[in-house]
């Protein structure tokens, strides 16, 4: 075989070996930077893949998670909303037995009420009361129209009541009416009252005693002119009052600066001697602003009429701006009633019991003279309480002034027996210092005639 021209000539195998290495080196490239930053990119590559892949599912793993988390909600929610409808369910369900109860009582009462007689509220038994009389005073503006027109529509479940709207006060022709006649007891309206005029103390003691009664005109004189009134001279027992309900107003400005405490002194005496004790309704309770406020207007109230204050009660009416019935108003005013009868029940125990001493001193004094207080034992409870003073003055050594300041005071209120002491002890109390009430108080309960 020839040797191409130009071609080297090969003698030997180290003359190949030669050739061979000298053309590697002739056509050998170093590519180590290329495939390195080929691989680099190829990790990058991964990595930004796997990192994406990581994003994708972080976002479907929030989603599922947001997912999963509102449906959660939604199920407490469902829940929630159920628990509240089974609550407002329960609530309604309990309100609605609430009022049924309600409604049953009120039927219950309502029916008591028209079946009343004389002594179902303190079990007094006193045969001839045919019929109890409670009259209902107040000032003019004081609600005292309002009230009774509630108690008649509570009592008889009308739509509204008949008694008209207040009267100015004035001077003038007042009539006395009563309402509810249908009942055993009557409420009677004494419209016009508490103008502070020096006349109404006389009414009011004429219209306390029967003197003036439902269907009579009171005639107020002008000043200068005499008064031409008409009066029954012996009323019956049952034409008399035997039971008071006052009304006063909340933000009435005398009530709070001590004025009608002032003026209602001789009707607080009158009552006192009388043995009645008021009920007192105070009406616009929602013209005061804070408790403290409320709780000072029946305080205040208490003390300016003489009621208890377990018988001084806040009092919503019926009126124009409230003439939906509520049967918690009739609650109120069936508690309300309950009180005046049963007051007035004990009223009635107190004035037999000083008709029956009157008339028994009457009697002994036409016999020969002689007093009951000298037949009867000095501690015994038909002794006068100047003769039961004077006993236990002996005793505890009390001086004679006091014992004769408090007789004086117990008989100008009327109270002329220890029987009938004991009886009223709740105010006759008030005319002993404290020394002698508390003996005085032992004393009468250990003859077992007060509790």
Request: charged share 35%; proline share 3%; aromatic share 8%.
């Amino acid at each position: 075989m020839g040797n191409e021209q130009g071609s080297p000539k090969i003698e030997s195998f180290s003359d190949f070996i030669g050739i061979v290495a000298g053309v590697k080196a002739v056509e050998y490239v170093d590519h180590t930077e290329r495939y390195r930053r080929e691989a680099e990119e190829k990790e990058a590559r991964r990595l930004e893949n796997e990192r994406k892949q990581r994003v994708i599912e972080e976002k479907i793993r929030v989603e599922r998670e947001k997912e999963l988390e509102e449906e959660r909600q939604r199920e407490q929610y469902q829940q929630q909303r159920q628990r509240e409808v089974e609550l407002e369910k329960a609530k309604r369900k309990e309100e609605e037995q609430k009022q049924l109860q309600l409604e049953d009582e009120l039927c219950r009462r309502r029916a008591e009420l028209f079946d009343y007689k004389f002594g179902d509220k303190t079990r007094l038994q006193i045969e001839d009361v045919t019929q109890l009389r409670i009259g209902v005073f107040g000032p003019t503006g004081s609600g005292k129209s309002c009230f009774i027109n509630t108690c008649e529509r509570a009592v008889r479940k009308t739509e509204k009541g008949s008694a008209p709207d207040s009267t100015t006060g004035q001077e003038g022709t007042i009539t006395l009416q009563d309402y509810l006649p249908e009942m055993f007891f009557h409420l009677v309206d004494t419209r016009g009252f508490f103008s502070y005029s020096a006349n109404e103390t006389v009414e009011f003691e004429n219209i306390l005693f029967g003197k003036l009664q439902p269907g009579d005109n009171i005639v107020r004189p002008v000043d200068g002119q005499a008064s031409a009134q008409d009066m029954h001279q012996c009323p019956e027992f049952g034409q008399r009052l035997h039971g008071i309900i006052i009304v006063v107003k909340a933000n009435d400005p005398r009530l709070s600066e001590g004025a009608l405490k002032d003026y209602l002194k001789p009707v607080r005496d009158i009552l006192r001697k009388t043995g009645i004790e008021p009920i007192t309704v105070v009406t616009h309770r929602d013209k005061l602003t804070t408790e403290d406020d409320r709780k000072d207007a029946l305080e205040q109230a208490s003390v300016a009429t003489g009621s208890s204050p377990s018988h001084t009660f806040f009092v919503w009416n019926y009126n124009k701006d409230k003439q939906h019935r509520d049967p918690e108003i009739e609650r109120m005013v069936f508690d309300i009633v309950h009180y005046a009868l049963m007051t007035a029940e004990q009223a009635v125990k107190i004035m037999k019991q000083k008709e029956k001493n009157r008339q028994e001193d009457e009697m002994m004094r036409a016999l020969d003279g002689v007093s009951i207080s000298g037949q009867v034992a000095p501690d015994s409870a038909d002794a006068s309480v100047e003769m039961f003073l004077r006993f236990l003055q002996k005793e505890y050594q009390w001086s004679t002034i006091s014992v004769k300041t408090a007789s004086s005071q117990l008989a100008n209120d009327d109270i002329t027996s220890v029987r009938l002491m004991a009886m009223c002890w709740r105010t006759a109390q008030e005319r002993f210092p404290i020394d002698m009430k508390k003996i005085i108080e032992k004393e009468l309960r250990k003859r077992g005639m007060i509790p």
